[in-house]
């Protein structure tokens, strides 16, 4: 549905802003939205928590079926916003499953999965909307409720209710102390602060690089579609098969390091490049960086803290998640504008390296 959203937007004689607007949106809503339901998974489970999150998605995309205005498509991005945990709690259930040998090979399967999911989504729907621009979303209206039958009598509870949390539930809601009492932890904050700073450096890149190729190397939207679609066969390679080989020899403290070095070394690549081609074996390297950098670094940060706080802890990195959705596009658009088309590669290039530098410290201890 993501590259639809322009044009349900355009339906209703709203323009770019306002699409930007409602991209913005669902990423501002994440960061109440992440703590709290990381929060209420440790108290009352991973499997009704996620159920109700898929329930919500499902009521978003109905109404955004059914939207014959902009506050309706605007509700709809809101109800699946504040729904919007799937992914934080489905990285507290792996927690919950896995061990430290392979936390971070669970981690990397479900980037991989994610990024079958970002590589097949968009074809389907670019697909179904010859038929109606609406006929996506209610395919994928269907697709969450299928979700939520086959969680019902399929999906296992991985959460015990003695290793659940026991506290008032006005504390789940309270998702500034869960934030903050996150951070507090010294043992993970460095951690944090370089997932941070990767994610960061990546986010704003997404939005960005469209700009950019139209501009250095004139690329049209076909030529884009084709680079994301490589870009993603490496995403779903690297952590659904190559992260797996590589994880058991070198360890998740090895590869943060060598993913936030081949990271700042492909943002590099990218900023200098020459000719257009010098783009794939760029990004190639970037994918290499991020596929085995974030997966070690949401092990790590994982198996530090206790079993009874997973879903806050997952909860509070998709907080951190938003806050780069956010902002990284923003800082990209900025020095694309005022300092040179090159430029939010090279600061991107920094951010990995100020991440790689903060890693090397936190894991030292």
């Known amino acids: 549905m993501l590259p639809l959203l322009p044009f349900f937007v ?3 004689d709203g323009g770019a802003l306002i699409a930007g607007m409602l991209s913005s949106f669902y990423a ?3 960061l109440f939205t992440g703590p709290i339901i990381g929060s209420l998974s440790d108290c009352f489970g991973r499997r009704p928590v996620l159920l109700i999150c898929l329930c919500g998605t499902a009521l978003g995309y109905l109404i955004l079926g059914l939207a014959n205005s902009l506050v ?3 509700l709809a991005v809101l109800i699946d916003g504040l729904t919007g945990g799937n992914l934080t709690t489905v990285y507290a259930y792996i927690a919950d499953v896995t061990n430290s040998e392979n936390r971070a090979r669970g981690m990397g399967m479900v980037g991989a999965a994610f990024g079958l999911g970002l590589m097949a989504g968009p074809a389907l729907g670019g697909f179904l909307s010859q038929y109606g621009l609406y006929v996506p979303a209610f395919v994928a209206c269907g697709i969450a409720l299928a979700n939520v039958v086959f969680g019902y009598f399929v999906l ?16 789940s809601f309270n998702w500034i102390k869960q934030f903050t009492g996150l951070f507090s932890q010294i043992n993970i904050q460095k951690l944090l602060l370089a997932m941070f700073l990767l994610n960061l450096a990546f986010a704003g890149l997404q939005s960005n690089f469209p700009l950019y190729s139209n501009f250095r190397f004139q690329w049209n939207p076909t030529q884009n579609g084709y680079f994301y679609l490589y870009v993603g066969v490496c995403a779903v390679f690297i952590q659904g098969f190559l ?18 070095t081949l990271m700042a070394i492909g943002l590099a690549f990218m900023a200098f490049a020459p000719q257009a081609w010098i783009l794939f074996p760029a990004v190639t390297i970037v994918a290499l960086g991020t596929g085995t950098s ?6 790590l940060v994982s198996l ?12 509070g990195t998709q907080t951190l998640l938003a806050l780069t959705n956010i902002f990284g596009p923003i800082i990209a658009g900025i020095s ?18 100020f991440a790689l530098m903060i890693a090397y410290i936190g894991l030292r201890k």
Do not use: C, D, H
């Not at 296992?156 to 504390?171: A, M, T």
């Not at 992260?243 to 936030?260: A, D």
């Not at 974030?294 to 092990?299: H, N, V």
């Not at 694309?336 to 390296?353: D, K, Q, R, T, V």
């Open 28 to 30: 501002f809503t994440q």
């Open 304 to 315: 530090r803290v206790s079993e009874s706080e997973q879903g806050r802890l997952m909860g």
């Open 243 to 260: 992260f797996g080989k590589l994880q058991p020899r070198f360890g998740e403290k090895r590869l943060t390091i060598f993913g936030l």
């Open 72 to 74: 309706l498509l605007f």
């Open 156 to 171: 296992p509870e991985s959460l015990p209710p003695e290793k659940r949390q026991i506290k008032p539930i006005s504390e």
């Open 294 to 299: 974030i997966p070690s670094l949401t092990a």
């Open 336 to 353: 694309f504008e005022l300092i040179n088309f090159s430029s939010p590669y090279w600061i991107g290039s920094l951010f990995a390296i």
């Open 10 to 12: 355009q339906a209703q």
